[in-house]
């Protein structure tokens, strides 16, 4: 892993390439696949992206607590996504598609952006989320939320 900001923006590409299928051919297992992913995702933001954006961007407290509030609403729904029928799984994982795909713009066009202006390494990036991949709990437990 060499830029940090291009591999999660790989990993943005792949999630919405998810719901593009989910939208063709709704699946209860893809839903839950969907759910995994994103938890392991925001799991890695949270540990490796967030606290440098705290750190070297100004006003990056502001900006990494509102995209902590975004990853919190989208959790909820995840864990809603595990208690609801199938029925009402299609319009729960709009509603989620919705919520990321708003949280993906903000982070590509705002605050990667910021980041690489205000110097955080692409490089120590990659290897932060590296290791907050390996140490994901939702990997190491099977628990999703």
Do not use: W
Request: glycine share 4%; proline share 5%; aromatic share 6%.
């Amino acid at each position: 892993m060499a830029d940090g900001y291009e591999y999660l923006t790989r990993e943005h590409r792949n999630v919405e390439s998810m719901f593009d299928e989910y939208r063709r051919e709704p699946d209860d297992a893809l839903a839950h696949r969907i759910a995994e992913a994103l938890t392991l995702h925001s799991e890695a933001e949270e540990a490796a992206l967030y606290p440098q954006l705290r750190k070297y961007v100004d006003d990056g407290d502001d900006i990494a607590a509102e995209a902590e509030y975004e990853h919190a609403t989208v959790k909820s729904q995840i864990a809603r996504l595990y208690e609801a029928p199938p029925v009402d799984l299609a319009p729960l994982v709009r509603q989620i598609e919705q919520n990321v795909a708003e949280h993906v713009r903000r982070e590509e066009q705002e605050i990667f952006p910021a980041m690489r202006e205000s110097g955080v390494d692409a490089d120590g990036l990659a290897r932060a989320l590296e290791r907050a991949q390996g140490e994901a709990p939702s990997r190491s437990s099977g628990n999703v939320g």
